[in-house]
């Protein structure tokens, strides 16, 4: 089932990659000057536009619904606790093991020089 999602998923973000970038900005000046057509249809620039942003809406819906999927079935099975949920563990009371001495006395300290 991934692997079909996976594929759907890049084939969506392709094709809203590729109605990203036909829209026009909006400094465009998009509907002025005509186009041709008073019909008020799909090819007119009004329509176009209405149309690429329908396109632009649907598919990014089916690209957040395609990542909520992958994510739930990545997720599934796995068995995930809180940390609110568990018990806290007593903190040990035992002091730690002291080291053995070390043979020929402490070991020399660096020296320091100290100011006049």
């Known amino acids: 089932m991934q692997p079909i999602?996976?594929?759907v998923e890049?084939?969506?973000a392709v094709a809203l990659v590729v109605t990203v970038l036909l829209q026009r900005?909006?400094?465009?000046?998009l509907g002025m000057g005509g186009g041709g057509s008073g019909l008020g249809g799909l090819f007119s620039p009004r329509g176009a536009a209405d149309t690429l942003t329908r396109t632009t809406a649907v598919?990014?819906?089916l690209f957040f619904l395609t990542c909520l999927a992958l994510n739930l079935?990545?997720?599934h099975g796995r068995n995930e606790k809180s940390i609110?949920?568990?018990?806290?563990?007593p903190a040990s009371t035992t002091l730690p093991a002291q080291k053995a001495p070390?043979?020929?006395g402490s070991p020399a300290q660096?020296?320091?020089p100290t100011p006049h």
């Not at 900005?25 to 000046?29: I, P, R």
């Not at 609110?84 to 563990?89: G, I, R, Y």
Request: no cysteine; glycine share 10%; net charge negative.
């Open 73 to 75: 079935l990545a997720l």
């Open 84 to 89: 609110l949920d568990s018990q806290p563990t």
């Open 10 to 12: 890049l084939l969506v």
């Open 110 to 112: 660096p020296s320091v």
């Open 25 to 29: 900005s909006e400094g465009g000046a």
């Open 5 to 7: 999602l996976l594929v």
């Open 59 to 61: 598919l990014a819906v």
């Open 102 to 104: 070390i043979p020929g």
